[in-house]
Nanobody, 126 residues
Framework: QLQLVESGGGLVQPGGSLRLSCVAS????????FAWFRQAPGKEREVISY????????DYTDSVKGRFTISGDNAGSTIYLRMNSLKPEDTAIYYC???????????????????WGQGTQVTVSS
């Protein structure tokens, strides 16, 4: 069973930056596509970024385009989310998610995720 563990959250002032990490373990022989989701208090969880299993394709929701960057290491076992120019509305719990390559082929970039981390809190406040 694939396991995902996020880290890197914290308290940051508006305009500041953070880098979130998601370490994947028990990858076995499969390759995975990954995404970052977030859930703010009182709101539904939303997908914010995606990276394909080979790293060739990335996608972002409009609210974070130009500010956030998703990337992965060569082994495909750690996914990062670099967040710049943070705003108070970015405050949320951030979750890492993964789906197999087959499931990635059959679903849109913003759906079909089977594996989830426990989340890391990001708070943007002065």
């Amino acid at each position: 069973q694939l396991q995902l563990v996020e880290s890197g959250g914290g308290l940051v002032q508006p305009g500041g930056s953070l880098r979130l990490s998601c370490v994947a373990s028990n990858l076995a022989e499969d390759s995975y596509a990954f995404a970052w989701f977030r859930q703010a208090p009182g709101k539904e969880r939303e997908v914010i970024s995606y990276i394909s299993s080979d790293g060739a394709r990335t996608d972002y929701t409009d609210s974070v385009k130009g500010r956030f960057t998703i990337s992965g290491d060569n082994a495909g076992s750690t996914i990062y989310l670099r967040m710049n120019s943070l705003k108070p509305e970015d405050t949320a719990i951030y979750y890492c998610a993964a789906k197999t390559v087959l499931r990635d082929y059959l679903t849109n970039w913003d759906s079909g995720y089977e594996h989830w981390g426990q989340g890391t809190q990001v708070t943007v406040s002065s």
